[in-house]
């Protein structure tokens, strides 16, 4: 089972907190760094490293799994800072926000007063990412609890998330797959 926690293996780790310059291709400097950041992945760990550097450092969530997309086996894939037993399964998760990101392969916000909310009205909403690879959802990030001071998912949040949602699917699925060739 992956680890719930990660860390740096040298002091050459990639980090994509310090955005590039841009050259052009995308407006956002942030983007252009956290898409480089995946397509320079070596490995899966490294994939997964990459994931949740640009989650946390860019997207402001410390709370995140990697969920499988395939009826049947919606298992944990990977997660960091979450229990693993609780959230264990994508199926315990909303069931609307299932069906825009599995059958529509759209990013989909929750906030608290979309669930009818008991609790804390002021509580950061939840972020479902799919991951994609070849046109389909072969996986979905979840985004549990974003930080306090993060209220609100905006515009430039939710184009690192499209781009994610195409990368990741690339960096952990293609690249895995052509490393075992």
Do not use: Y
Not at 83 to 104: I, K, Q, W, Y
């Amino acid at each position: 089972m992956p680890r719930n926690r990660s860390h740096a293996v040298d002091g050459n780790r990639k980090a994509v907190h310090h955005a590039s310059r841009g050259d052009g291709r995308n407006p956002d400097p942030r983007l252009e760094a956290a898409q480089r950041r995946l397509r320079e992945s070596a490995s899966r760990a490294d994939t997964f490293e990459a994931i949740r550097e640009i989650v946390t450092n860019l997207l402001g969530c410390e709370e995140m799994g990697l969920f499988r997309a395939e009826a049947g086996n919606r298992g944990l894939l990977w997660s960091f800072g979450i229990d693993p037993v609780r959230h264990g399964n994508l199926d315990a998760f909303e069931e609307s926000a299932l069906e825009r990101v599995l059958r529509h392969g759209e990013c989909h916000v929750v906030s608290n007063a979309e669930e009818g909310g008991d609790g804390d009205a002021g509580q950061p909403p939840r972020v479902f990412i799919p991951i994609r690879l070849a046109g389909r959802t072969v996986g979905v990030l979840v985004m549990l609890k974003l930080l306090p001071q993060k209220l609100a998912f905006d515009d430039a949040d939710m184009q690192l998330a499209k781009m994610l949602s195409d990368e990741a699917g690339r960096a952990l699925f293609e690249n895995s797959a052509s490393a075992k060739a």
